[in-house]
């Protein structure tokens, strides 16, 4: 499915590598919240009142396969609609679930100028803010209904996207010398960019994490060491009376286990009270997803094990005569 694209954009299509091209007014990721009233014209908003917002872009059928916007119902824009035929628009899954529960939107009409339009396509959700933005309620117009002053280009290729650059900019200045070219950019780089201040804020979250993690292990090691000491005289005992070095080694660490087993609970628990704080900065996973906090949980474990093993170990090599002499 090719998408109906402006004559530019076909020319540019031919050009070696470039496997799609579509154009849009707004790029997603970058921050754009632009909204218009969504009004279905078999239940329009009470006298009064004003139409819930939602998000709208212009765009040609192009834009929706070279970002892989997939189709969910209806059809893309065709080359029929063109300026002086019928108004037709696409929206959102979020949109559909939203106003169309239950109900297949295609066909149906919203209100706006010109006498409304009609719903001819749904298409997926898309996260027009950032990466970490839940994904809105968005109405696609057709852009060669409306074209504008100004449009994104985006293209799909097939390797180096950078390496297209020259011999699209050589096509289009063939066909139009005063077009202008701006912000050349991948979308591996708007992705990055849209995240910045999240990346910054999980790396310093993590950094700190990672010296609580090490805090945490000295100070368990701290307190088995000074565990151990204390009862010198108790392992000395078992030992003469039979204990082999394996039981005293289970038994230090049992009770290793035991204060990792509380903290890991009281952690967990701690962690899902907090997470509401955290889902901010979160993409592609929950607060509560059960991988994360399992893996968290074993990490945490397992480096109080370890720090356990080691005066577990020499507490293993305790010398029973000298351990129960007297101290003087």
Not at 31 to 56: L, S
Not at 225 to 230: A, E
Request: glycine share 10%.
């Amino acid at each position: 499915m090719s998408g109906v694209l402006h004559p530019r954009l076909r020319s540019a299509r031919r050009v070696n590598g470039i496997e799609s091209v579509g154009g849009a007014v707004v790029t997603p990721l970058t921050g754009n919240n632009w909204t218009v009233p969504f009004d279905r014209a078999d239940k329009p908003v009470p006298a009064g009142e004003r139409a819930p917002d939602v998000g709208w872009q212009a765009a040609t059928a192009g834009y929706f396969t070279t970002l892989r916007i997939p189709l969910r119902e209806g059809r893309l824009f065709a080359p029929t609609d063109r300026p002086g035929g019928p108004t037709v628009v696409i929206i959102s899954e979020a949109i559909r679930d939203r106003f169309f529960p239950g109900e297949s939107p295609i066909g149906r009409r919203i209100l706006g100028p010109e006498g409304g339009a009609e719903i001819v396509g749904v298409v997926g959700n898309i996260r027009r803010a950032a990466l970490t933005d839940r994904p809105r309620a968005d109405l696609y117009f057709p852009g060669e209904q409306g074209p504008q002053p100004e449009t994104t280009l985006f293209i799909r290729t097939a390797g180096d996207p950078r390496a297209a650059v020259a011999d699209v900019r050589s096509t289009l200045r063939a066909i139009e010398p005063s077009i202008v070219m701006r912000d050349i950019t991948t979308m591996d780089d708007v992705a990055r960019r849209s995240v910045q201040v999240t990346s910054l804020a999980l790396w310093l979250l993590g950094l700190f994490a990672a010296i609580a993690l090490a805090l945490a292990s000295v100070g368990i090691y701290g307190v088995m060491s000074y565990s151990v000491r204390q009862r010198t005289r108790e392992i000395g005992t078992r030992l003469a009376l039979g204990a082999t070095p394996s039981n005293i080694l289970w038994m230090i660490m049992r009770d290793g286990l035991a204060v990792s087993a509380l903290g890991a609970v009281i952690g967990l628990v701690a962690g899902l009270g907090l997470s509401r704080q955290m889902r901010p900065l979160l993409f592609a996973t929950t607060p509560g997803d059960p991988v994360t906090l399992a893996g968290a949980t074993l990490l945490l474990v397992f480096v109080a094990l370890t720090a356990c093993y080691f005066p577990a170990r020499r507490a293993t090599r305790t010398n029973p005569r000298e351990s129960l002499i007297p101290d003087r």
